[in-house]
C-alpha cells in the first residue's frame, strides 16, 4: 500500500498545533493557496495595554517530503493568494525521508523580500506579450538550515510562528500592507515624456524645474506606470497639445553653505544655502544648462558649464535674520558693488561634489553704508554684553534705530574725555563744589531685543552762563547692563530701584545729577 505524504504532512501539522492549543482549520478545497486556517489562542493575562489586541492568525501551506533538495515549485496563482493576504502567510516543508515521522520540519516566513520577488515576477508576467497564465507557471521557493526548526513540535512550530509576526498583530497587517502598495515604486511611479517647442519653452521648462517659474506649455505629453522598473503596456494618459507641467513642492538636490570672497585668499562670507539642479541639464546644450542657489535673502542663477551668474536680494517686509547673518549680507552686497571685481564663489555640500565660479560685480553706487555701520555697532554691542542667544533684525529696524545703535556703542566705548555734559539743577541742594557724578540710562532697539546701560561720568564742574553747568569729566563706568526681548517687560520701579542704589552709592563723597525722570 503506497504512502500518502501529502496526507502525512497535514496530520502531523495538526498534531503539532494540538500540542499548544493551535486550532487548525483545513482548507476543504485546495485552491486557495492555503491548507490551513492557524488560530491561536489569546494570550494569558488582561492588562489595559492587551485587552483590545486579537488573537493571533496565520495561513499556512504544508508540503511533506521525501526528498532534501530543500526547493519546491509553487504556481503563481498560490503564492499571489498567499502574499497579498492581509494575515501572515507560511510554507512549512517536512521532510520524512521514506519514514513514517517526520525527519525535519522548515519554516519559510513569507517576508517582505518574497513579497517583492513575487508581485514583480508577476507584474513583469503581466507587461509581457504571453499570457499571464499565473495557475500554470511557478515560481521556486527554496528554503536552508535557517528555516529549520529546533524541535519538530508544536512548542517550536508555535515560537516560531510567534517570533516572526511579534508581539502586536494589527501592527503586522498595517506594515504588511504599506509594503504591499508601495513597493517596487522606489524608484518611481511613472514614466512621463513629453515635447515643448521652441527655445523660449525650453527655457521656461528648465526654469519650472527649479522653481523660478510656475509651469509650462507642452505640445506632446504621455504617462506610463511603472513598477520594478517595468513599463505598462498601456500609457495612463497620451495628450497632443493643450497641457500644462508644472512641478510643486520641489526639493533642493543638496544643502550647504555658499562662500563668497574677494580673493582666493580672504576668509571669505559664508552663508546657508540650498541647491536646486535642473534634471533636464543632461538633455540640452551646456548654453542652456542651469542651476539655482537660494538662501534667505539672495537667488543665484548660474550656468554650471560657463560660470556666467545673475544674483538677486531682498532685505523687504518679513525678511529678518541673525544679527551677523544681516551684517555679512550688507558686506555681500557692498562687495558685489566694487566696479571691475569678480568675486570668488565656492559651493560647499555633502551631496557634490565642491564646485567654484565668480559672480561678476556691478558698477554701482553702494547706498547702505549707514545700515553696515549701525550693523556692525551692534555687532559689537552684543559682543559687549557677551550675548549668546540669537537676535534677529529687518532691514527697516536697522534703518529706524541707526542712530540709536551707534550712539550707544559709541558710549561703551569712547573715553571720558570725550563726553561733553551740560546741564542746570533745581533748587539749592547742588554743591558744585564737589566731584559730581552724572547718571545717564542709554537704551537702543536692536531687532528682537532692547539694549542699555546706565551709566556714571564723574568729574569736576565749571559753572557757564545762565546758572548752568558743564561737567569736565575724568571717569565714566558702566554700572548696569540691561537686555530684553523687544515684547519682554522691564517695569520703571525696577529701573527706578536700579538708579536710586547707584546713587546712594555715591551721595556721600560727590554731587549726583540724574539725567531719568523716575515718574515715567
Known amino acids: 500500500m503506497s504512502r500518502d505524504l501529502g496526507l502525512m504532512g497535514e496530520s502531523t501539522f ?30 494569558p493575562g488582561l492588562s489595559p495595554h492587551d485587552i483590545h489586541k486579537p488573537a493571533f492568525e496565520c495561513k499556512v501551506q504544508v508540503k511533506a517530503t521525501d526528498k532534501s533538495d530543500r526547493k519546491l515549485p509553487i504556481t503563481l496563482s498560490n503564492l499571489r493568494r498567499l502574499i497579498t493576504a492581509q494575515m501572515p502567510s507560511f510554507f512549512v516543508f517536512i521532510e520524512f525521508d521514506g519514514k513514517n515521522s517526520a525527519q525535519r520540519a522548515y519554516v519559510v516566513h513569507i517576508d517582505n523580500e518574497l513579497i517583492t520577488k513575487v508581485l514583480k515576477r508577476l507584474h513583469e508576467i503581466e507587461q509581457s506579450s504571453k499570457a499571464n497564465n499565473f495557475n500554470k507557471r511557478k515560481m521556486t521557493i527554496h528554503y536552508d538550515e535557517s528555516n529549520l526548526l529546533d524541535k519538530h513540535n508544536g512548542e517550536s512550530l508555535k515560537h516560531c ?8 498583530i494589527a501592527e503586522y497587517i498595517s506594515n504588511k500592507k504599506r509594503h504591499l502598495e508601495s513597493t517596487g515604486y522606489e524608484n518611481g511611479f511613472a514614466q512621463i515624456t513629453f515635447t515643448t517647442e521652441g527655445e523660449d519653452n525650453l527655457k521656461t521648462l528648465i526654469d519650472m524645474s527649479l522653481g523660478i517659474e510656475a509651469e509650462v506649455e507642452l505640445s506632446k505629453i504621455r504617462g506610463v506606470d511603472t513598477r520594478f522598473g517595468i513599463l505598462s503596456k498601456n500609457p495612463s494618459f497620451d495628450s497632443d497639445g493643450g497641457a500644462k507641467l508644472s ?10 553653505k555658499i562662500r563668497f570672497r574677494e580673493n582666493k585668499l580672504s576668509l571669505g562670507l559664508s552663508f546657508d544655502a540650498k541647491v536646486y539642479v535642473s534634471p533636464f541639464n543632461a538633455m540640452v546644450p551646456d548654453e542652456l544648462k542651469k542651476m539655482r542657489v537660494e538662501g534667505e535673502f539672495f537667488d543665484l542663477k548660474l550656468n554650471p558649464c560657463t560660470g556666467a551668474a545673475i544674483y538677486s ?16 549680507a550688507i558686506q555681500l552686497l557692498n562687495l558685489l558693488s566694487s566696479s571691475g571685481k569678480k568675486v570668488v564663489a565656492e559651493l560647499i555640500t555633502d551631496e557634490l561634489p565642491k564646485f567654484g565660479f565668480s559672480v561678476g560685480c556691478k558698477d554701482q553706487e553702494f547706498d547702505f553704508s549707514d545700515e553696515l555701520k549701525a550693523l556692525n555697532s551692534a555687532v559689537r554691542i552684543l559682543s559687549e554684553f557677551d550675548v549668546t542667544e540669537p537676535v534677529d533684525i529687518s532691514f527697516d529696524e536697522v534703518f529706524k534705530y541707526q542712530t540709536q545703535i551707534c550712539q550707544l556703542e559709541d558710549m561703551l566705548r569712547s573715553p571720558p574725555s570725550l563726553f561733553r ?16 557724578v552724572c547718571i545717564f540710562l542709554i537704551t537702543a532697539p536692536v531687532g528682537s531685543h532692547i539694549f542699555g546701560v546706565i551709566l556714571s561720568v564723574i568729574g569736576s564742574v565749571d559753572n557757564i552762563d545762565g546758572g548752568k553747568f558743564r561737567l569736565i569729566a575724568k571717569d565714566m563706568i558702566v554700572e548696569q547692563k540691561i537686555v530684553s526681548e523687544k515684547d519682554g517687560f522691564i517695569s520703571n520701579e525696577d529701573l527706578v530701584n536700579a538708579i536710586e ?8 563723597e560727590y554731587s549726583v545729577v540724574t539725567f531719568f525722570d523716575k515718574k515715567c
Open 247 to 256: 512641478m510643486p513642492n520641489l526639493t533642493p538636490k543638496a544643502e550647504g
Open 14 to 43: 495538526s498534531l503539532w498545533c494540538a500540542e499548544v492549543g493551535l486550532i487548525p482549520n483545513g482548507s476543504q478545497i485546495d485552491k486557495t493557496g492555503w491548507d490551513f486556517f492557524v488560530e491561536f489562542p489569546f494570550s
Open 421 to 436: 555734559i551740560e546741564f542746570g539743577v533745581e533748587g539749592g541742594d547742588y554743591d558744585s563744589q564737589k566731584q559730581t
Open 313 to 328: 536680494f531682498s532685505f523687504g517686509e518679513g525678511i529678518r535674520l541673525e544679527l551677523r547673518k544681516f551684517r555679512d
Open 501 to 508: 542704589g547707584i546713587e546712594h552709592k555715591y551721595d556721600t
Open 161 to 168: 510562528f510567534s517570533s516572526h509576526i511579534g508581539e502586536d
